[in-house]
């Protein structure tokens, strides 16, 4: 009888490692070709707006990180640098600067959701038409599957 729990619990801890991994790396594996990281730096220098995401953000952790330029134009926004590898993340602006979980819950019903982050060496989403990038002043990256705050960037 020991043994069978014993068994049952190791089994059953190394099945929740295993989806854990899994969820962690299914991201990396299906993330789409990394874009041309020179296309990417000429894009974001000739942006309307410049700001800087950093690992230092009250809600970054080692898993869940931004680092590198961001460039905000009035048609796409486009990240140099690199985000921690996850699913489902979504890019935001917003009305006020915000670094953690929390905050970033107490105004994501004011937040305008611009688009999918796919790629992780650097990024380029589209804008949707109607939205006015000068109408916001911050740039966030949320992972939507987990509720965890990845990055956000000042931009004005």
């Known amino acids: ?50 700001a800087s995401f950093t690992r230092d953000l009250k809600g970054s952790d ?15 926004i486009v990240h140099v640098g690199a985000l921690s590898p996850g699913p489902d993340y979504k890019l935001y602006l917003l009305n006020e600067f915000v670094e953690d979980e929390a905050q970033f819950l107490r105004v994501k019903d004011q937040a305008q959701l611009i688009g999918d982050v796919k790629t992780f060496d650097g990024f380029l989403v589209p804008v949707p038409a109607g939205v006015d990038v000068a109408a916001f002043s911050t740039v966030l990256v949320w992972c939507e599957a987990f509720g965890e705050f990845i990055t956000a960037a000042r931009y004005r």
């Open 1 to 50: 009888m020991l043994r069978w729990l014993i068994l049952s619990g190791t089994h059953a801890v190394t099945l929740a490692f295993g989806v854990a991994l899994g969820v962690y790396l299914l991201p990396i594996l299906t993330a789409p070709e990394s874009l041309d990281q020179a296309m990417l730096q000429e894009t974001a220098q000739t942006a309307l707006f410049q």
């Open 62 to 76: 080692f898993l869940h990180w931004g680092e590198g330029a961001v460039g905000v134009g009035a048609d796409r």
